[in-house]
């Protein structure tokens, strides 16, 4: 249904095809298989071009309805599935670790419990050093509800090499 939509925007298969990246051949058997399954033609072919005629309008106009719904489906299901679940690491100055990103976690954080590693740098144009060591600072002491701050002074550190 989707490969039908952007061939009755471009309006040319070819096109159509490789913004795709299927071949013109399958795409245009496609659409083969979906006039066929409505036993009516979707475009107007006058002078090998194509023109959506108004069966194909009516088909877009219930394609993008569906599409619709399916998004708020989608929208609809995600809070009822819970938290999502990943990792994600933040690297930031130490002097906003105490005011600024426990800031924008609490407005970020997700109803359930969050684990959070942090990086350091002395300066902004410095690279990050992680967790322990020289640029430490301090574990935040307002925590945003839901979060744990755990350091990540564990976590290896890549060096370039020396060639």
Known sequence: MRSFLVVAEMQNVSRAAAMLNISQPALSRTIRRLEQAYGVELFDRPNRRLRLNQYGRALVARIEAALRELAQAEDDIAPIRGPR????????????????????????????????????????????????????????????????????????RSRPSKR
Do not use: I, N
């Open 85 to 156: 679940t990943g990792t994600v690491e933040l690297a930031f100055l130490h002097s906003f670790g105490t005011w600024l990103v426990p800031d924008l976690l609490g407005e970020y954080a997700p109803t359930g419990p969050m684990s959070s590693s942090w990086k350091s740098s002395t300066s902004a144009s410095s690279p990050c050093r992680q967790g322990s060591g020289f640029g430490r600072p301090p574990m935040p002491s307002s925590r945003p509800a839901g979060f744990t701050w755990t350091s990540s002074s564990k976590a290896r």
